[in-house]
């Protein structure tokens, strides 16, 4: 949803598919949310105000928010937009959005002369399963195979999410082995981000990103950006350090 809001803000055409987990309303919520700076929830939040090294906590205020109401984060969320058609949501119950239908919907605006720039799919894990293959593992590596050629028809950039594997609970640092399901899924992206957090960093509003994957750069797993929001307002992304 940060990238939805990102790539609005650029004046990019954003596609963005639910695929079950939450609402249409949900979806609408936060995306306001993120465009006022304000929480559902009136309270007071840690605010990251400076963040010099990796190896010291951010510093941090505690700020009072007062809370959003919904009908002015709809209305927020429109105003971001500008009046123009820059973003399109369709949301689907579990278990019923196919990687086809996907396919099928953007052929359909496409016709209509409104192409995106950006596609985001939350998440790609829980899409229905590809369809007249019998083996699990087959199945995902076939969805994934098809929202890489999404991101080639159309020349956007195709952007989900996956689970890690049950090891990536515990580990500090996701690595490549941490794959969920099937290991195929790095074959078909051009890039895959590891997002970390340890419980006191979580507490802290504090992740660190690495790269899993980087098809036209060399990259090390062990290098890490690290990241101060405040998720009580919506942005997971206020400063880094690296």
Known sequence: ??????????????????????????????????????????????????????????????????????VTCFRSWRKIQGGRDLFRLQCYSNSSLSVMKIASILGEWAREGWVADVVIVDYADILQPYPGVSDRRDQINENWKMLRRIS????????????????????????????????RKHDHVTAMLGLNSTVEEKRLGITRVNWLDR????????????????????????????
Do not use: W
């Open 1 to 70: 949803q940060d990238a939805a809001y990102r790539a609005v803000r650029l004046r990019r055409r954003v596609a963005f598919f639910e695929a079950g987990d939450m609402s249409r309303n949900q979806v609408l919520r936060r995306l306001g949310m993120r465009a006022l700076r304000l929480p559902l929830q009136e309270g007071v939040y840690l605010y990251p105000v400076k963040y010099e090294s990796p190896e010291k906590q951010p510093e941090y205020e505690e700020r009072k928010f007062p809370a959003a109401d919904v």
């Open 152 to 183: 080639q028809d159309y020349h956007c950039l195709v952007l989900t999410a996956t689970q890690s594997d049950a090891g990536g609970y515990d580990t500090k640092l996701l690595r490549r082995s941490n794959f969920s399901e099937d290991r």
């Open 215 to 242: 098809r036209d750069r060399d990259y090390v797993e062990d290098e890490q950006v690290y990241v101060a929001g405040c998720l009580g307002i919506g942005c997971p992304i206020i400063l880094s350090v690296r």
